[in-house]
């Protein structure tokens, strides 16, 4: 370790001689002086002028050891490497000591937290006085802390989920993954390093534990979210019984596990939702539901419970027969089960995206056309008298889906702006103008009652349709 302290005393050296270098305070393991073979040199600069006259000083300064140089220009942040090792200068510069308060109280770093190298005009006495601090850590207040960060991150990771985020579920999902590491290291270990427990998972945990540890990663593949989910929700209530077991915790364990399965339960099912939500009070609840595919939760608890809670006695599958086969197809029990019937809203390969010169919502209104019997035969499907629900999707319920669900709302004579409200709660990349274009078109060729009657479709089928999903006086 003798080339981390030889290396301190060159940037030491230079910062006493640079004219724009006002002070260096070194911070991390230089300062701690708990070096290892693999540690930076990690200081704070104090500069006058220019930041990136004071990189390129150092740079010279180092010469031919430099393998490579950053600088994050408008955030302080600078970093060489140096020598075969590529031992890492790791470099904080600011031009005034009160941009570094945060880094010199933070109570997740042990004390203290900056040590002066050079301070030529006494510029950062508070500051060496307020990392000096060592401060007494409320462990009981420290764990309700991480409760509460690690329960927002996994509402917002599942949220995303629900959105059909799959990079935000990642980033929010590890967020959530982080607080629960600062909890296991309040647990079995200290609150020295919460910013970044060392060595958590050997030092922390027993192998299985690492084993299962290790299997919480995040994913961008969203099939996957559920089961990521499940698992990080149980081992977090696990440290968490394991803390309360000694320490007075604010939430009670039931509260927090009826919470988490609050959001499971909110989110499992990806864009399925009753058409009446976005209708308030005129459509009749539990007849009409719009979905992605129902195929991709086959064999799960959820999904049984799902389907005898609403009832759900047919489902109209809107993908051609070939993608289903390729993509989340149904098992022949679960299609016999749900009484799947097929009806074809595009061709092979799926033509959802529209080609040059066409916008989205012009598609919508192409496939409309183009599959106009199919459109029909679903209608009449819907409009059959049943006791029970029926679920209506494509893959992932937002484009076939939206535009057939939208050709529903214009029949039953609904709002346009909740029938655009409608297509646009299944988010994604779901935009208003794509829907306000296909109804623009439809009301241009003569309205969707003129377009439908083209494949017989007469307004006796209308009233039936109404009299099936509408609210009726007294209901």
Not at 60 to 84: I, K, S, T, Y
Not at 95 to 120: C, G, I, Q, W, Y
Not at 256 to 268: N, T
Request: hydrophobic share 45%.
């Amino acid at each position: 370790m003798q080339h981390l302290r030889e290396l301190a005393e060159v940037v030491r050296v230079w910062a006493a001689n640079e004219d724009r270098v006002r002070a260096l305070l070194w911070y991390g393991t230089q300062a701690l002086g708990t070096f290892s073979p693999f540690s930076d040199v990690d200081a704070a600069i104090l500069h006058r002028g220019d930041p990136a006259e004071v990189v390129e000083s150092l740079r010279l300064e180092l010469g031919q050891r430099v393998r490579e140089c950053v600088h994050v220009h408008g955030r302080g942040e600078a970093a060489f490497w140096v020598d075969d090792a590529l031992t890492k200068v790791d470099l904080r510069l600011v031009a005034d000591p009160n941009e570094l308060h945060a880094m010199a109280t933070s109570m997740d770093v042990p004390a203290p937290r900056f040590v002066a190298a050079v301070d030529k005009d006494q510029a950062c006495g508070e500051l060496l006085r307020l990392a000096s601090l060592r401060g007494e850590k409320n462990p009981v207040a420290l764990v309700d802390g991480e409760i509460e960060k690690f329960l927002i991150g996994f509402e917002a990771a599942s949220n995303a989920h629900r959105r059909s985020d799959g990079y935000r579920f990642y980033f929010e999902y590890n967020l959530a993954l982080h607080r629960l590491a600062r909890l296991v290291e309040l647990a079995r270990g200290n609150a020295d390093y919460l910013f970044l427990p060392r060595m958590l998972l050997s030092g922390r945990l027993g192998h299985q534990e690492q084993i299962e540890f290790r299997d919480l990663h995040g994913v961008l593949y969203l099939p996957r979210a559920p089961e990521q989910k499940r698992k990080l929700a149980g081992v977090f209530l696990k440290i968490v019984r394991e803390l309360a077991s000694r320490l007075p915790l604010r939430r009670s364990i039931d509260s927090m596990a009826s919470f988490l399965a609050a959001v499971q339960s909110r989110d499992l099912f990806f864009n399925v939702r009753d058409f009446a939500d976005a209708f308030g009070a005129r459509v009749a609840r539990g007849r009409l539901f719009r979905a992605s595919a129902l195929s991709r939760w086959a064999g799960t608890p959820e999904l049984d419970d799902w389907i005898a809670r609403h009832r759900v006695v047919r489902v109209v599958d809107f993908r051609d027969p070939e993608e289903a086969a390729a993509n989340l197809p149904y098992t022949d029990e679960l299609a016999a089960r749900l009484d799947v019937v097929s009806k074809p809203l595009s061709g092979r390969p799926r033509a959802l995206r529209a080609p040059a010169m066409e916008s989205l919502g012009g598609t919508y209104f192409r496939l409309f056309r183009t599959h106009l019997a199919n459109v029909v035969s679903a209608l009449r499907i819907v409009a059959e008298p049943r006791d029970g629900a029926i679920v209506v999707h494509c893959h992932v319920g937002k484009d076939r889906t939206g535009w057939f669900c939208a050709t529903v709302g214009l029949l039953l004579g609904l709002d346009v702006d909740r029938v655009v409200d409608d297509y646009l709660r299944s988010g994604q990349d779901t935009r208003e103008d794509s829907m306000r274009d296909f109804l623009g078109l439809v009301a241009a060729a003569g309205g969707v009652q003129a377009l439908l009657a083209e494949a017989g479709y007469g307004q006796t089928e209308v009233d039936i349709l109404r009299r099936q999903l509408l609210v009726q006086t007294g209901e």
